[in-house]
């Protein structure tokens, strides 16, 4: 273990994680505490000590070993550390024994991001995503959370808009995660109205999607700088650390020989993202559905660009448009201080946001990929799968239809993107 002597800060950290040796997933275990670090970073601590223990199982009652438990307790007390900070999400229960046993503050990594998000939080909308989230963590670990339960605030994880203080009782929570939900639904209906006018509008729509960090922001603004409507105020803020931004931007693109889209970005992403803030955000990150085409931002620079590249794609799995057309563009190969061997396919390109490097190719890419693509064929929906059919009407022009004993058969013209989730119906 190694041991920084820093100055003193007002929040010191040790991080702690947890190698089970008979799991597989743990050989990422290395990058996953890297990560903590930068987290715990952007959170505002400074990282003191990290440790990780090698064990078969985790322990019920605290997690790591008891043996553990006192080795970090004691650096706590020579090295003036108030937060301890693990790797994976702890019980209420497992909390309360840690902090009873360490004597400070312990909190694990969905809180250490969750508060993240509280920090970086700017819009109404946003702000109640995350209390939602915050509130429906804490939840189910009222029971345990001990003294936790009458925190104050004022260190990592007991920030939040709109701040719940846990002495509230479960039902008294419940009430609050009813009324942020309403409100996110009304918050829902307006945005849905802002994006039926956009499709009204028939220009496409370009998303950004990638881990946090990989410079999705960067480059929204580079594509601004180079578009003929620009206005420096139309920018949105950039800063090198993780979650520099939540709220989604959206930004007409109009460039020479006449290419025009919308560019939305999007919340960046994070290993081990907490399934409460993914499902908080599902109604934001929807905006990707819409999307003619992804740009898919990854980190060239950063080796473990592997792991970040595989976490995107899992939660756009989640959300459902994995078949979306997608550019995996490799930024920053301006701070490449390693050989990579990107994909030598017409949907990759290597570039730098920063010293423009192939932004001109990537922007020929991306004229190419909104072009729409359709099919004309017929699909034969059964009648007893009439939401396929009513989908069908939102997803395709309807050329003509005809009622047959088996159902009914629908000529169509549809987007090559769209085809894929009809495919089985298809008259051959």
């Given at each position: 273990m190694k041991i920084e002597e820093l100055e003193t800060p007002t929040i010191r950290a040790v991080l702690v994680g947890m190698n089970i040796?008979?799991?597989?997933?743990?050989?990422?275990?290395?990058?996953?505490?890297?990560?903590?670090?930068?987290?715990?970073?952007?959170?505002?601590?400074?990282?003191?000590?990290?440790?990780?223990?090698?064990?078969?199982?985790?322990?019920?009652?605290?997690?790591?070993?008891?043996?553990?438990?006192?080795?970090?307790?004691e650096i706590c007390r020579n090295h003036d550390v108030n937060v301890v900070i693990f790797n994976d999400e702890l019980s209420g229960a497992q909390i309360r024994n840690l902090e009873t046993m360490i004597g400070i503050d312990v909190i694990d990594r969905t809180t250490l991001i969750l508060d993240i998000f509280a920090q970086r939080a700017q819009t109404k909308e946003g702000k109640l995503q995350v209390e939602l989230a915050q509130l429906k963590y804490r939840l189910p670990r009222l029971s345990g959370?001990?003294?936790?339960?009458?925190?104050?605030?004022?260190?990592?994880?007991?920030?939040?808009?709109?701040?719940?203080?846990?002495?509230?009782?479960?039902?008294?929570?419940?009430?609050?995660?009813?009324?942020?939900?309403?409100?996110?639904?009304?918050?829902?209906?307006?945005?849905e109205v802002q994006r039926n006018q956009r499709l009204k509008s028939e220009l496409p729509i370009v998303a950004l999607v990638g881990y946090t960090n990989a410079g999705k922001s960067t480059l929204m603004n580079v594509l601004l700088r180079k578009s003929e409507n620009y206005?420096?105020?139309?920018?949105?803020?950039?800063?090198?650390?993780?979650?520099?931004?939540?709220?989604?931007?959206?930004r007409k693109i109009s460039l020479s020989n006449n290419i025009e889209f919308l560019l939305t970005d999007t919340v960046g992403f994070v290993s081990?993202?907490?399934?409460?803030?993914?499902?908080?955000?599902k109604a934001t990150l929807e905006e990707v559905k819409y999307a003619d085409l992804l740009l898919h931002i990854i980190d060239a620079s950063n080796e473990n660009y592997e792991l970040q590249k595989s976490t995107t794609l899992k939660v756009l799995k989640e959300l459902g448009v994995e078949n979306k057309k997608v550019i995996n563009v490799f930024n920053k190969c301006d701070k490449l201080a390693y050989d990579i061997d990107i994909p030598k396919d017409e949907n990759s390109v290597f570039v730098s946001a920063i010293t423009g490097k192939n932004l001109e190719h990537l922007i020929q890419m991306i004229d190419k990929g909104?072009?729409?693509?359709?099919?004309?064929?017929?699909?034969?929906?059964?009648?007893?799968?009439?939401?396929?059919?009513?989908?069908?009407h939102e997803d395709a022009e309807i050329v003509s239809s005809e009622y047959i004993e088996t159902g009914i058969v629908l000529k169509v013209k549809i987007e090559d993107i769209n085809y894929h989730k009809y495919k089985k119906f298809q008259l051959l």
């Open positions: 040796t008979r799991k597989a997933e743990n050989e990422m275990l290395d990058e996953s505490m890297e990560e903590l670090e930068e987290l715990a970073k952007a959170a505002g601590a400074e990282v003191v000590a990290t440790t990780v223990q090698n064990k078969q199982a985790i322990h019920p009652a605290h997690y790591i070993g008891k043996g553990k438990v006192e080795e970090i307790a959370l001990g003294k936790q339960l009458s925190r104050q605030g004022g260190g990592i994880g007991t920030r939040g808009p709109g701040e719940m203080k846990l002495e509230t009782d479960r039902r008294h929570i419940l009430r609050r995660i009813d009324d942020i939900r309403s409100q996110l639904k009304e918050v829902k209906k307006n945005r206005d420096e105020k139309r920018e949105v803020y950039t800063k090198d650390q993780l979650f520099a931004t939540l709220d989604i931007s959206l081990k993202l907490p399934h409460d803030l993914v499902e908080a955000f909104i072009g729409k693509k359709f099919i004309e064929t017929k699909f034969l929906i059964p009648y007893n799968q009439g939401n396929i059919a009513s989908q069908l």
